[in-house]
């Protein structure tokens, strides 16, 4: 029997009588039936953020309630996420730091409290999305009382809410990493940020590209669906982000001059300082070529529009492309950005990170192979097996053949200077356990440097690409303290060159031994490129070295027995660009020569500095190795600085011989 209506539901909604209907609870099912017919609201994700919005101190350099015209240019990008805007597409192509993040953030508040639904946001990998989680996503829904009282509380028992998962009234928002396939193909979501997609991975767990994973899971939404790609830009023709901003109609922030009113978009080459001078930068308008200050900047920017300058190729994409010029006032300014030109003249790494995270725009990265014979006539004079004063550690590349293995030796000294020390070839090959053990013996063996000291492997890395099986064994045996086996993969990476470990299983004595082995994956066209650009730039004369003058950081030094077939081995391959099916340009490694060990050899030494942590050591830790080998004593840090790991020194055992079948 029918429990009857109180009298309350009967005069607030008398046409929904559960007597009338006929069961318990049928009145509220059809409320919210009928809640769900709603259409979407009309407030834009910029007025939900003006109203709701609160950045936590935690997470924001300007903590209270969030402003869009602090950003005005952020404003029409936002309300294209809005339900009431045809757009599907939007790609924001920009430089670091000018509030884009917190824009889609804005977009996920939105959503939770305005427009219910299931909502993927993508970082570059998973441990960024759980990071990503912590500080911005938590903060977010914390801070906001309309949030707090839609995302279900975090519970032990409840899985509505975990660090990578937030459930809420008609939707979940589910946070994942490029990296994992099983993320992307999670769930069908009509709303998906995806964030930094220059850094995401060439494929996901080898299932394919991360961006169309991703955004399969929305087609079945057909024109609700929306989709935010956001990234700061990093090579051309690899770039993710360029290749959808030029295939947009290609938006730009015009903005007027405060003398002449001239409408135009902010370009770098206008921006102009007296040279050593940063201080004196003002921007130049296009139109009366009269300078304007910094403090025009917020009337221009309040005043600006984004404005078409190309037609796109799908009319439901629009695309928008941002520099840092646009920075409000107090956050990067124009003297600032001209000191940074400054600073990054005459580097080549220093200038693309100028290029990708200032101005919003891709490096072009020229690949072209040094001249081996230049290469040749720039060798210096010492013995193989000696170790040059500035070299301050060791790291060995090694690739397995079928008939050998090439090992080639580098010292590394500050700023990633590099030395060839050694060549070897090890006859015999992966079937030949004669070969194996004169690896094992190189792992012993010494180099003396030029203090006198005798010095250690501190890393060797051993490609898996050929015989992977014997490879893991041999690595299992010796232990994985002083040796990091790699496989290489195509592609450029800006969030880490070198991933890992990761365990995979290995095949020991005929038995499979699950997890067996520790695998680093190295992106070989970052280490190549970097490698090439070393080679090519600029460095002193002997003879200028000779009177105190010091090399430039990165540079690569050879010696006199390095021989032509090295040489030609180091430069075999270049960067060239290759049209793929669909009309994208991307960049690819190609061979000019059959063999490239050399190459190889020292990508594989280079990947095995950075797993030591050559890139990220502080200065300590560079003068306690040169303490340690009696080098520019006078450079020690104070007492109580951190040190730097041993350089493994032991006494000179009797050197064994094993020749190169090329140098002598």
């Not at 306690?624 to 007492?639: C, F, N």
Request: charged fraction near 25%.
């Amino acid at each position: 029997m029918s429990a009857p209506s109180s009298t309350a539901s009967r005069r607030s909604d008398p046409g929904l009588d559960n007597d009338v209907i006929g069961f318990d609870g049928a009145a509220a099912l059809i409320r919210a039936w009928s809640r769900g017919l709603r259409p979407d609201p009309d407030l834009t994700v910029s007025s939900w953020a003006d109203l709701h919005r609160k950045l936590a101190s935690r997470a924001s350099a300007e903590p209270g309630q969030y402003r869009t015209a602090r950003t005005p240019y952020m404003r029409e990008i936002m309300d294209r996420l809005s339900p009431g805007d045809p757009t599907q597409r939007i790609v924001f192509m920009k430089a670091a730091q000018v509030g884009a993040t917190e824009a889609g953030n804005n977009w996920i508040g939105f959503v939770i409290h305005q427009a219910p639904g299931p909502m993927l946001a993508v970082q570059p990998t998973v441990e960024l999305a759980k990071r990503n989680s912590r500080q911005r996503i938590d903060p977010l829904i914390d801070e906001s009382p309309d949030l707090r009282e839609r995302v279900k509380p975090a519970r032990s028992r409840d899985a509505g809410n975990t660090m990578l998962s937030k459930e809420f009234a008609g939707g979940i928002l589910i946070m994942t990493g490029a990296n994992s396939a099983v993320g992307l193909r999670s769930t069908p979501a009509r709303y998906i940020f995806l964030d930094e997609v220059d850094a995401y991975p060439a494929s996901a767990d080898e299932e394919g590209d991360p961006v169309t994973l991703a955004e399969a899971r929305s087609l079945t939404f057909a024109h609700r669906r929306k989709v935010f790609l956001v990234s700061t830009p990093t090579i051309r023709g690899l770039s993710r982000i360029e290749r959808e901003f030029e295939a947009s109609d290609q938006r730009r922030f015009f903005v007027p001059c405060p003398h002449c009113a001239a409408m135009q978009w902010l370009r770098f080459e206008r921006l102009r300082w007296e040279k050593g001078r940063p201080e004196t930068a003002e921007y130049h308008c296009e139109g009366c070529e009269t300078p304007i200050a910094e403090h025009h900047k917020t009337a221009m920017l309040e005043d600006g529009e984004w404005r078409a300058t190309a037609t796109a190729t799908d009319p439901t994409t629009v695309g928008y492309h941002l520099s840092a010029l646009y920075s409000p006032v107090g956050w990067l300014s124009w003297q600032r950005i001209a000191r940074a030109h400054e600073a990054a003249r005459g580097s080549d790494e220093a200038m693309r990170a100028f290029r990708n995270t200032i101005l919003g725009e891709t490096w072009m990265e020229t690949g072209e192979a040094p001249d081996w014979q230049r290469l040749a006539d720039r060798r210096e004079t010492w013995a193989p097996g000696t170790v040059p004063e500035r070299g301050l550690f060791l790291t060995a590349g090694a690739d397995v053949q079928k008939d050998r293995i090439e090992v080639d030796v580098w010292a590394w000294g500050r700023g990633l200077e590099s030395w060839l020390v050694d060549h070897l070839v090890l006859e015999g090959g992966p079937g030949d356990q004669a070969c194996w053990q004169q690896l094992t013996d190189l792992l012993g063996r010494t180099w003396t440097h030029a203090s006198g000291q005798q010095m250690m492997l501190a890393r060797l890395a051993l490609d898996t690409g050929y015989e992977t099986s014997a490879v893991y064994a041999w690595s299992r045996k010796v232990g994985f303290t002083q040796v990091a086996p790699v496989k290489g993969v195509e592609g450029f990476t800006r969030t880490s060159p070198v991933t890992g470990p990761t365990y995979v299983d290995a095949t020991v004595a005929g038995k499979r031994l699950r997890r067996g082995a520790r695998l680093w994956t190295v992106a070989t066209s970052t280490f190549k490129a970097e490698t090439y650009r070393f080679l090519r730039q600029d460095r002193p004369t002997r003879e200028e070295q000779a009177v105190g003058a010091l090399c430039p950081p990165g540079t690569i030094h050879l010696p006199g027995w390095a021989d032509g077939e090295w040489l030609k081995q180091l430069t075999a391959e270049q960067l060239v660009t290759v049209k793929g099916k669909r009309g994208f340009t991307r960049l690819e490694w190609q061979k000019l020569r059959e063999r490239n060990e050399a190459l190889d050899t020292r990508v594989y030494a280079r990947a095995a500095a950075w797993i030591l942590g050559a890139d990220r050591w502080p200065e300590a830790r560079w003068a306690d190795l040169e303490a340690q080998l009696g080098v520019a004593k006078s450079d020690l840090p104070e007492a109580g600085a951190a040190t730097a790991p041993s350089v493994q020194t032991r006494p000179m055992p009797r050197r064994r011989t094993v020749r190169s079948n090329y140098m002598g």
